[in-house]
């Protein structure tokens, strides 16, 4: 008789993380800065619902990604609802069904969590930290160009160093797969590998529907082709006369001048095989990359025909940024990824309770980070004693009252990276003091975005 053993069970569910308080902390502030320089751009937040009906949602999703949502009963109804899978078609079901009076151009941004079922071992989350931005209601290459922009700052802001925006049209590579004759179900096939640069799995699509060795090439070429001007020129004499060629070049054309003009030339590359892998894109659309992440940060698009699906033609473009894999990204000496603003302690006697209590909440208005902490003992309230305890060396500043030899209006200041100097001062003197020497010692115990004064 075998016996066998059971694989150890995973304590969390594959593909979810909990983010400790350092990487919180991190991703917050990333967040914060991204969130900021898109509201300067006039974007205001919008909160989708966690979850949707599916029956309604549905009508925004293609079948692969259907097939990744994560359903549930609602006991309440017995209809099937699903975990978001995608905040774009959340919004435009929102615009549709929601804001019909609503005045053109909606500019919208988000900070969401997304939901996609994964195998396991494929290198893919199944729980997504998004920040995105949707433009709905105007159409015209300026405003393709805005939101490449727009994506470009961010991943400046973010401190990203080196990265290229991959640009291409849909319609170029739409419009190769009708001339190639394929059926429609394995156009969506050949659209899935192209999407994911699968050439091997094209390759087989075009010769098991006998595609023309001169068609098979060029739609093989295409998804290698990446460049500049370059490209362009190439895909004009690919399109020849025919307008429905033509037409996505000459968008793609207009785009990019926009953004040499505003001087980003130098992050982007033209593919005119870039084809995303959502179903409801039909015009521009981008992805970002950088050499420290093996896939995309984010990326995005113009969707015209997205909310039409729920009732109400809008054209629209938008795009998200893989807060995870930016993070990932970023380089330890980034700016929003510096080390975490150490607090500032106030330590006091029961007696001296409410004393302590006024000064953290002094320092707080004053931008610090305070932690108040109550001792038991006059003991306590020594420096050799302060030695001893691990939690104040990770203090920025340690601030003691009613310890020996001071008044009621004194504290002694304390700084770990001084061996626990303490020097004396008045408590009215206290904000100063820390923004000199705290700051001076290479700390930093301020609330984010705070200025102490």
Known sequence: MHSTVNAPRSLIPIGAAALLPDTAEHVRRLEEVLLGRIGQWGYREIIPPTFEYLDVLSAGLAPPVLEKCFKFADWTTGRILVLRPDVTAQIARIVAMGMGGAELPLRFCYRSTVFRYEPEHVGRDREIFQIGVELIGVDGPHFDAELLLLLVELMKAAGLPDFTVSLGHVGFYQRLLVQSGLSPEKRREAEYAAAHKDLPRLEQVLAQERVSRRLARTLLETLERCGRDDVLEWGRRIAGRDPALREPLDRLASV??????????????????????????????????????????????????????????????????????????????????????????????????????????????????????????????????????????????????????????????????????????????????????????????????????
């Not at 870039?274 to 420290?292: K, L, N, P, Q």
């Not at 320092?363 to 980070?369: C, E, F, I, M, N």
């Open 256 to 453: 990019y001048r926009f953004l040499i003009k505003a001087g980003c030339g130098n992050h982007v590359v033209l593919d005119l095989g870039e084809f995303r892998g959502f179903d409801y894109y039909d015009g521009v659309v981008f992805d970002v990359f950088t050499d420290t992440v093996g896939r995309e940060l984010g990326g995005g698009g113009r969707y015209n025909h997205l909310i039409g699906r729920f009732g109400r033609d809008l054209p629209s473009t938008g795009f998200a940024v893989d807060i995870d894999r930016l993070f990932a990204a970023m380089r330890p000496g980034d700016g929003s990824q510096k080390t975490a603003r150490l607090p500032v302690v106030v330590l006091s006697a029961p007696r001296q309770y409410q004393a302590a209590w006024k000064l953290a909440q002094r320092l707080r208005a004053s931008g610090w980070t305070v932690v108040q902490d109550t001792v038991l003992s006059a003991e306590a309230l020594q420096i050799r004693h302060l030695r001893k305890q691990r939690r104040y060396i990770s203090a920025s500043a340690i601030v003691m009252l009613g310890a020996d030899g001071l008044s009621k209006t004194e504290a002694f200041v304390a700084l770990p990276g001084q061996s626990f100097r303490a020097s004396k001062v008045q408590q009215g003197d206290l904000p100063s003091v820390l923004h000199t020497s705290v700051l001076s010692e290479g700390a930093d115990g301020r609330a984010p975005g705070s200025r102490p004064s």
